[in-house]
């Protein structure tokens, strides 16, 4: 497998809410820190940590939808991070999106045929009949059926509307989709039905995905590889296996303890006091240490680096677990 999306050193901030001129200039917070990982073709890299942590921040950087402040993100080995409109255009056509609210996520006022083909108006790609038939064979893919493509999107079901999203994200022939929290809007009966979709287009189709959520128990069976996040940085990075049933780091630990039903095949863990950390701080140390049951007084003081612990698996922490 060759590499198709790396993302090197990748630094997005905001400006605070509460910001005091500072020598003319506006304070920032990192919330993507230094950021470091790579995607193969083919696979599905997750992202996960709480709300905060800079998971959906890391995917419209690379989209395109937010300017890095430092950084490189690369795809097929040509740099794109800062492209003009035109010159990113062609690798907008690789690159698509799926978002988290089916709801907001589509025209009311466009039908479903129109919804679909907009990404083909954009890119300017397929005769008036191509764009029919491909319409149609991209909602039976998804679970619709051609006669579905007259209809607007209030005469549909949440799970539907996001199957019709998928539809659009496909109808460009992309490599590349941004899967940010795609089923967390949807009943739990719902959330499986388009993991297994998801997963069945991908191997038809040769796609390549990086998928956003929290939900811990979707990424374990979805992913092969995960980067655990947490206030813009990461804290573990490894296989799927690894970081369910190897975790390194404090807070995967935490996050592992906090699915709520119990799985026998994972490891016991102890619960962290719940709390979101300061999003808007960049202490110098760990940025785990004041809510990590084993800090030691160096956490604060050094960020530790993103070291390998075993074959594939890396940690930012000073302990070995």
Avoid: W
């Amino acid at each position: 497998m060759s590499k198709l999306i790396e993302i090197e050193d990748l630094l997005v901030q905001f400006k605070r809410k509460s910001a005091k001129l500072t020598h003319f200039r506006p304070e920032y917070f990192s919330a993507v820190d230094h950021v470091s990982f790579s995607i193969e073709k083919g696979e599905t890299f997750g992202l996960v940590g709480e709300s905060g942590s800079g998971k959906s921040t890391i995917g419209r950087a690379v989209l395109g939808y937010l300017p890095p402040a430092g950084g490189r993100i690369l795809y097929e080995g040509k740099d794109i991070t800062r492209l003009n409109e035109k010159e990113r255009l062609p690798y907008q056509r690789k690159m698509q999106s799926v978002f988290q609210d089916p709801y907001s996520s589509l025209d009311p006022s466009m039908n479903v045929r129109q919804i679909i083909e907009e990404p083909m108006d954009i890119h300017r790609v397929f005769t008036g009949s191509e764009r029919k038939k491909k319409v149609e064979e991209l909602l039976e893919a998804v679970g619709l059926t051609a006669q579905d493509s007259l209809r607007y999107p209030f005469e549909f079901s949440g799970g539907q509307r996001q199957r019709i999203s998928i539809a659009r994200a496909l109808s460009i022939s992309p490599d590349f989709i941004v899967c940010d929290e795609p089923i967390s809007a949807l009943d739990v009966s719902l959330q499986a039905q388009i993991v297994f979709m998801l997963r069945d287009l991908q191997k038809q189709l040769g796609l390549t995905y990086l998928f956003i959520s929290h939900q811990l128990q979707i990424t374990q069976k979805i992913c092969d590889h995960i980067a655990v996040l947490y206030l813009g940085s990461v804290m573990e990075l490894g296989t799927s296996d690894q970081i369910f049933f190897h975790p390194r780091h404090p807070y995967t630990r935490m996050l592992i303890s906090s699915i709520l039903e119990a799985d026998p095949d994972l490891p016991g863990l102890e619960a962290v006091p719940a709390d979101s950390g300061n999003q808007g701080a960049d202490p110098a140390g760990c940025k785990f240490s004041d809510r990590c049951p084993h800090a030691r007084p160096e956490c604060s003081a050094k960020k530790p680096p993103l070291k390998e612990t075993e074959p594939g698996h890396y940690s930012s922490c000073i302990l070995s677990f």
